[in-house]
Antibody, heavy 126, light 111 residues
Framework: EVQLVESGGGLVQPGGSLRLSCAASGFTFSSYSMNWVRQAPGKGLEWVSYISSSSSTIYYADSVKGRFTISRDNAKNSLYLQMNSLRDEDTAVYYC???????????????????WGQGTTVTVSS | QSVLTQPPSASGTPGQRVTISCSGSSSNIGSNTVNWYQQLPGTAPKLLIYSNNQRPSGVPDRFSGSKSGTSASLAISGLQSEDEADYYCAAWDDSLNGLYVFGTGTKVTVL
């Protein structure tokens, strides 16, 4: 069964740090790009970060750039999100999601996020 | 802040057709394909439509998507009670160095 399982969420004070993990199983993790997406309480979805299968391409939303770092370990079938300088507005459920894409030598064609984890909750509060 | 605008709510009775709009710009919908996600209450999002109008395996054919210019739409025909959920459009945006944007979301209520 294709599955993504997030962990590492919790309560942290403003200015603190947290590292989220996402364990993948049931598919060849090293062949897929991955994303982190978050959802604040009662709000809509917000894309956070993207990492390509080889880690050669990384993108961040402006709201987290310079504070969050996405990474992956293909040998461990795991995706990570290191979150530093956390703010109240970072409080959210964080989902990891598999990206379906095809990349040629010049362009990448994206087909959506087809597998999602159940989410892990991050609460930033004093 | 989302750059894709959706109506906050839509509703219909069972069997009716409901349409949700998604308005963007030349840098996102105008330049890239649109995906739609369904989020049932208390669950993770699910890919409903990709590449403007393609359904992943297992998605009922009562869900359909279309795109024209800088706008897209999702139609649900033969509305069923289990379709009551939040729906989000999404697309990559070329205006900045790598940015994926979700729509504001639409809550569909089955009356």
């Amino acid at each position: 069964e294709v599955q993504l399982v997030e962990s590492g969420g919790g309560l942290v004070q403003p200015g603190g740090s947290l590292r989220l993990s996402c364990a993948a199983s049931g598919f060849t993790f090293s062949s897929y790009s991955m994303n982190w997406v978050r959802q604040a309480p009662g709000k809509g979805l917000e894309w956070v970060s993207y990492i390509s299968s080889s880690s050669s391409t990384i993108y961040y939303a402006d709201s987290v750039k310079g504070r969050f770092t996405i990474s992956r370990d293909n040998a461990k079938n795991s995706l990570y999100l290191q979150m530093n300088s956390l703010r109240d507005e970072d409080t959210a459920v964080y989902y990891c999601a598999r990206e379906v894409e095809y990349c040629s030598s010049t362009s990448c064609y994206h087909y959506g996020m087809d597998v999602w984890g159940q989410g892990t909750t991050v609460t930033v509060s004093s | 802040q989302s750059v894709l605008t959706q109506p906050p709510s839509a509703s219909g009775t069972p069997g009716q057709r409901v349409t949700i709009s998604c308005s963007g710009s030349s840098s996102n919908i105008g330049s890239n394909t649109v995906n739609w996600y369904q989020q049932l209450p208390g669950t993770a999002p699910k890919l409903l439509i990709y590449s403007n109008n393609q359904r992943p395996s297992g998605v009922p054919d009562r869900f359909s998507g279309s795109k024209s210019g800088t706008s897209a739409s999702l139609a649900i025909s033969g509305l069923q009670s289990e379709d009551e959920a939040d729906y989000y459009c999404a697309a990559w945006d070329d205006s900045l160095n790598g940015l994926y944007v979700f729509g504001t979301g639409t809550k569909v209520t089955v009356l």
